[in-house]
């Protein structure tokens, strides 16, 4: 069964930065693609990253590009995501999965930025 369990998040003040992480199993991690997506309160979900299986290549939401940083540890099957200079706007519960995404889905970690 597919398992994907998010950790890392937390209160920090803008201009903080925090790293999270998403330890997965269940499913052959080294042939696919992950992503990163958050729900803000109120709101739907927003994609913010992708990182291809391999790990060359990456993609970012226009909103957090040149502050966050995806990246992923094979051996550990765990994904990254790196979140420098955060503002209030990156307030969100913070999911990961595979790319297309699977049914199962962890309990995110809560990012909250404020002062």
């Known amino acids: 069964e597919v398992q994907l369990v998010e950790s890392g998040g937390g209160l920090v003040q803008p201009g903080g930065s925090l790293r999270l992480s998403c330890a997965a199993s269940?499913?052959?991690?080294?042939?696919?693609?992950m992503s990163w997506v958050r729900q803000a309160p109120g709101k739907g979900l927003e994609w913010v990253s992708t990182?291809?299986?391999?790990?060359?290549?990456?993609r970012y939401a226009d909103s957090v590009k040149g502050r966050f940083t995806i990246s992923r540890d094979k051996a550990r099957n765990t994904v990254y995501l790196q979140m420098d200079s955060l503002k209030p706007e990156d307030t969100a519960v913070y999911y990961c999965?595979?790319?297309?995404?699977?049914?199962?889905w962890g309990q995110g970690t809560q990012v909250t930025v404020s002062s």
């Open positions: 999965n595979a790319y297309p995404p699977f049914s199962s």
């Open positions: 269940g499913f052959i991690f080294s042939i696919s693609a």
């Open positions: 990182i291809s299986n391999g790990g060359s290549t990456t």
